[in-house]
């Protein structure tokens, strides 16, 4: 919702009393005093003011048994005396699974379905009865769980190593489902907000735990905030961190307030240990964060736990207490005991879901503004970047484009021609997206809104009647996207003939899909409204962006006969939304401020396993200057999705719109982008398969150097490139940590840098601060190209950076890069290259397929860049005796091979000295 929308443009047509309510909900709703805090908030209020009570849960020894291979047993509130079934699950991958439900409950509590696998691999469990108040389940042959019976406390360790902790501090809660007595609490049975009543038909019903990480100083990860990487502490300075997906525009920076999604896993790393934690639950929810120190080792039950598997350390170690709680559902809770960081992001997304194969145009870079006005505009834009010589694959139109804010149609007095246009797009190699939100525009004759209400589409209000607020077209409904077949019937109108006006080339973004209601609480919808299956939006808020977005995507891929990868860019998300795409960080601003925010954001966010994210550059409200703007542009040409978007308010900001030193700068750093797509592709690859993101902090690649475990303003692409972003203004350094003990190679001058920690580093306007690993090799590709799709073919070249070792390996992906046939058949290639020392005077370098498929290509490899080689060749062989010509430079110790191989076949050449 922006700061400056044309009000008369938004309420045309309607009453002056509706102007006055949207009026004056819009002036509240840029001010944080209109988002909740924790004390506003009764269930937050409730959990947040726990006083730790250990003994008011106890396990009924009785009950306790291996059923199905999981251990059960009875929790019994001993002040209420009611009951709750635990259910322990050990899962394939060192993961284990808590969940904890009301044993007789007045009706089904409400759980997240469809985020986990169909079916999912366990375990077997063996039971260990140490004592009459200890159980101990093994599995794996390493990994246990240790209950304790009459305090209810799990500890959870990976071999001898404590890895975490449940309920070690007593703040276990559950409030069951019961009817409505006399003298009720406030806010209980029903809560007002502002104008807004909830009327809490099922009274409280929040859960809540506390999760404890010995030795543990940072953790990560529970996106979105714009805060820093390294989660602070939170109580009693703050409010919790809270996770709630809302339309937070112009956010304020170090804050813990909720942002646009959702995603509740959190990584807790120290050395040698991983652990992560998920709490698979979309309602509401609050964590907060402690740290300290124990002194002299751990005491009292945990240190006897720790004697129990042999683990006692006598130091001062440091603890991060976490306390987690959402406002309905169940506790559904994974731990997933790593060790390393890239074993926990795998464990999480075989869970979750593993990140889509993006097309490749997708991350190429996105031109966008709210909004171009018409086709004339759209073919002006593209015409202008080729006159320039600017690379761009995608166009993008906001609300503007459709008949009165009617998705899924076209202003026919600006875009008569929209196909034409598209095609006119896609001749250059490009594709163009819209815009189709949620919320649809209540109005006679318009199919979609009348298909919906027929079909009862349309989530309700409490009363059983379609949901009617406001949003952009004015009075609006939105869909039910918790229901499957609704999703279908979604995914249904993309097809070519039913959205008319719209091609191949056309791609989609979700947007206000949090939901964002504009005369609703918080801008958001009442939680008492009804979903399918008869749930509250309070149960299901979290995940309905979500389903949106994945039923979007399945919409593009069934127009083409299930071809094609969609592309689908959506605001909000939640655990799995890695399986559908693509997300922003939403209404940022053009500031310094919100540039630096960037970096620990997308960190953030990639750590919790969404990969494909990224920063709308520029800022979408403000004005930045030629300083900021091609700033932003060095960031956002390293960072996941490279889009650069703007409010319809600001000025133009297109490329082509500046010259001199400003256009050459922001070109330089896009056509990088462009040399690097094959790293990306390869990346993304990589992360469909094992759940690594390519933005990622120092951390993941050097768990056991602790000055890396707080670094948020340098990063990693993949292992290979070293990035530190300018975020300063008028700033000709900058400071980058060099981590590990292997060179470091600037990509542009090849300037060696060793390992040394924190370097100043010059970096003045025309300066990208990127450092290439020792030891990597990355595939470039060189040509200069208008867009993705036309580098299809183009020859590789591969920059081997040499390591103290004097040898360095990577690898490559290939397919068709838009379609599915990699999965269904077999239709792609992978690769692996090395270069090594094998004597004192010769150097090999080896280029092998790795997949069985046989996959053809008409790429090459160009030319083999070796970085660091330390003395002129005398001759380059491959090995069939074949000479191939060299230059070596003296200034940069580089050697550059030409032309090792017309295809992608197996080689090897030798290196003589």
């Known amino acids: 919702l922006p700061s400056s929308f044309n009000m008369a443009r938004f309420i045309s047509g309607q009453s002056v009393l509706a102007l006055a309510l949207i009026a004056l909900t819009f002036v509240a709703a840029v001010d944080r005093n209109n988002f909740k805090t924790c004390d506003q908030s009764s269930f937050c209020k409730r959990n947040r003011n726990l006083e730790p009570t250990p003994q008011k849960f106890r396990a009924v020894k009785e009950s306790i048994g291996l059923v199905d291979g999981a251990l059960k047993l009875n929790v019994e509130d001993t002040q209420s005396q009611k009951l709750l079934t ?51 389940v093994i599995f794996q042959g390493r990994y246990s769980a240790v209950i304790t019976l009459d305090t209810f406390r799990i500890d959870f360790f990976n071999g001898e190593d404590l890895a ?24 209980a049975w029903e809560e007002t907000w502002k104008t807004h009543a909830d009327s809490k038909p099922n009274g409280p019903s929040s859960v809540g735990f506390d999760l404890s990480f010995p030795g543990v100083n940072h953790v990560y990860g529970i996106p979105e905030h714009a805060s820093t990487l390294s989660l602070k502490t939170t109580k009693p300075d703050t409010d919790p961190y809270r996770l709630y997906n809302l339309d937070v525009f112009e956010y304020e920076l170090d804050n813990p307030m909720a942002l646009y999604g959702s995603i509740p896993f959190m990584q807790a790393h120290r050395k040698k240990q991983t652990s992560g934690a998920l709490f698979l639950n979309s309602a509401e929810m609050w964590v907060d964060i ?16 720790q004697e129990f598997v042999g683990a006692v350390e006598d130091q001062d170690i440091p603890q991060t207490d976490t306390h987690w709680f959402a406002e309905s559902g169940i506790i559904d809770l ?9 074993d926990v992001l795998r464990q999480y997304t075989k869970m979750t879901g593993s990140s889509m194969m993006p097309p490749l145009f997708s991350l190429g870079y ?16 593209s015409d202008k970047l080729d006159e320039i010589n600017f690379p761009v694959d995608v166009i993008w139109l906001d609300i503007e484009h459709t008949d009165g804010k009617r998705y899924f149609t076209w202003d026919t007095s600006k875009f008569p021609n ?71 019937w979604w995914a249904d109108q993309f097809a070519l003939d039913k959205y008319e006006g719209t091609t191949k080339h056309m791609y989609f973004w979700n947007d206000m899909n949090e939901p964002s209601v504009f005369n609703g609480p918080e801008v958001s919808m009442h939680k008492d409204a009804k979903h399918h299956g008869g749930w ?35 605001r909000a998300f939640f655990s799995g939304t890695q399986k559908y795409g693509a997300i922003w960080t939403g209404d940022n601003k053009a500031d310094w401020g919100h540039l630096k925010a960037s970096v620990p954001m997308l960190l953030s966010i990639s750590v919790a396993g969404l990969p494909f994210c990224g920063a709308d550059m520029g800022g979408f409200f403000g004005n930045p200057d030629s300083e900021l703007l091609v700033r932003w542009y060095q960031a956002g040409a390293f960072q996941p999705f490279m889009r650069a978007h703007a409010h319809l308010d600001t000025k133009r900001r297109e490329p082509y719109l500046f010259e001199g030193e400003n256009l050459e700068i922001m070109r330089h750093a896009t056509e990088t982008r462009y040399s690097y797509l094959s790293l990306w592709y390869t990346l993304f690859y990589e992360s469909s398969k094992n759940g690594a993101p390519p933005m990622r902090p120092l951390w993941f690649d050097y768990p056991e150097q602790e000055e890396t475990f707080s670094v948020e303003t340098s990063y990693f692409i993949g292992d290979a490139l070293l990035v530190t972003p300018v975020t300063e203004p008028g700033a000709n350094t900058v400071q980058v940590f060099f981590p590990g003990d292997q060179p470091f190679y600037d990509i542009e001058t090849k300037q060696v840098h060793n390992p040394a920690g924190n370097k100043v580093v010059a970096a003045p306007l025309r300066k990208i601060a990127v450092f290439q690993r020792g030891g990597s090799i990355i595939p470039r590709k060189l040509r200069p190209r208008r867009a993705a799709s036309l580098m299809a073919n183009d020859p590789f070249t591969l920059d081997a950076a040499l390591d103290n070792s004097l040898s360095a390996r990577g690898s490559l992906f290939v397919d068709d890069y838009h379609t599915y046939n990699y999965q269904t058949a077999g239709e792609f290639a992978t690769y692996d290259f090395s270069l090594q020392k094998e004597a004192s005077n010769l150097f090999t370098f080896t280029f092998k397929q790795t997949s069985t498929t046989k996959y053809e290509t008409k790429e090459w490899v160009e030319r083999i860049n070796v970085i660091g080689f330390p003395f002129e060749p005398s001759s380059v062989k491959l090995s069939n005796g074949n000479t191939l010509s060299f230059t070596f430079s003296t200034k940069t110790n580089t050697l550059t091979i030409k032309k090792p191989s017309e295809t992608l076949a197996d080689f090897t050449l030798n290196i003589n000295l």
Not at 334 to 342: E, M, Q
Request: aromatic letters at 8%; hydrophobic letters at 30%.
């Open 334 to 342: 994974f731990i997933f005991l790593g060790p390393a960081p890239r």
């Open 366 to 381: 996105h031109q966008c503004r709210w909004n171009y006005n018409d086709e004339g505009d759209v073919k002006m834009v």
């Open 86 to 136: 635990c259910t322990i699950t050990a899962l394939a991958d060192s993961t284990i699974r808590v969940e904890l439900d009301e044993k007789n409950p007045l009706k089904p509590r409400h759980r997240v379905e469809h985020v986990l696998p169909e079916h999912m691999i366990r375990q077997p469990l063996s039971m260990e009865h140490h004592s009459d108040s200890v159980v101990r």
């Open 290 to 305: 402690t740290k300290s120190v124990k002194s002299k080792g751990f005491t009292g039950m945990l240190r006897r736990l």
């Open 536 to 570: 509250e939006h309070r149960d299901v808020h979290n995940i309905y962006g979500m389903w949106q977005h994945a039923a979007t995507g399945v919409g593009i891929t069934r127009r083409s006969g299930g071809l094609e990868r969609p592309f689908v860019l959506s």
């Open 418 to 488: 929209s196909k034409e246009m598209q095609e006119y797009v896609a001749r250059k190699g490009r594709r163009m997206v819209n815009i189709v939100d949620p919320h649809i525009k209540r109005t006679s004759g318009y199919r979609i809104h009348e298909d919906s209400t027929s079909l009862g589409h349309y989530i309700k209000n409490k009363d059983g009647n379609d949901y009617d607020g406001w949003c952009w077209p004015g009075s609006s409904s939105w869909v039910d996207f918790m229901s499957p077949e609704i999703q279908s």
């Open 164 to 187: 975490a902790s449940f309920n070690s501090r007593g703040l276990l809660n559950y409030e069951f489902l019961r009817e409505k007595g006399e003298n009720e609490e406030d806010g």
